[in-house]
């Protein structure tokens, strides 16, 4: 189902190789962070201990986008609040931009991971990180995602289906587990996949690496 290179880059990313050949912001954040830090292979664990390698890698990021010049600002047409972002529509009209400040998530690593991860799997809805603002000392990442308009709710039950045929298990609710790759993505629900023309659009989703031990 999958090729060998695509299941070579979810390998590159759970194990925390470097990742060669992309120049994006995301990927190039990423892959000096994993340089510092390893990947967390355990799901959700030790937000507490690892807060002080959270806020270690927000200074970087700080620095980071000051040295390449990557502060950016938000468009003026506020759409909504979801459970992690708040949401905006481009100017264009074509692009949902949305400030997202890795709340979810225990280190700024397992944020940068779980995009990666989200783009290779979802590639009609990839994200594509433009920058970076701060607000009150909190730095949030702007992303910008293909504005999907959706015509139809999306039925749990399909959902399921096309996560069972991409090798996922249902596990409880509308939580999934991908044994073969070690990948657990949460709340998979009529909010977070939109229906249009009868095809699915991932447009959240949030990945956790889940492997046997940590590095």
């Not at 991860?117 to 979802?122: G, I, Q, T």
Request: aromatic content about 14%.
């Amino acid at each position: 189902m999958f090729s060998n290179e695509f299941k070579q880059k979810i390998q590159d990313i759970t194990s925390g190789t470097l990742i060669k050949g992309a120049t994006d912001h995301c990927t190039t954040i990423r892959n000096i962070l994993t340089a510092s830090y390893p990947t967390s292979t355990t799901v959700k664990t030790n937000f507490e201990s690892k807060s002080i390698a959270k806020e270690e890698q927000a200074k970087f990021i700080d620095s980071y986008c000051s040295e390449k010049n990557i502060w950016t600002s938000l468009p003026e047409k506020y759409l909504t609040r979801g459970g992690e972002s708040k949401i905006y529509l481009d100017a264009g009209l074509k692009d949902v931009i949305k400030a997202n400040d890795a709340i979810y998530y225990a280190t700024w690593l397992e944020f940068f991971n779980s995009i990666l991860l989200h783009n290779l799997f979802f590639e009609s809805t990839a994200y594509d990180l433009i920058g970076f603002i701060k607000e009150e000392q909190t730095i949030f990442a702007v992303l910008k995602q293909p504005f999907i308009i959706s015509d139809k709710i999306a039925e749990l039950s399909d959902i399921k289906i096309f996560l069972e045929h991409n090798g996922f298990v249902n596990t409880k609710r509308q939580d999934y587990i991908h044994n073969e790759f070690g990948l657990i993505l949460e709340d998979m629900h009529d909010e977070n996949v939109l229906l249009h023309n009868d095809l699915l659009f991932f447009i959240d989703t949030v990945f956790y690496i889940n492997l046997t031990t940590d590095k």
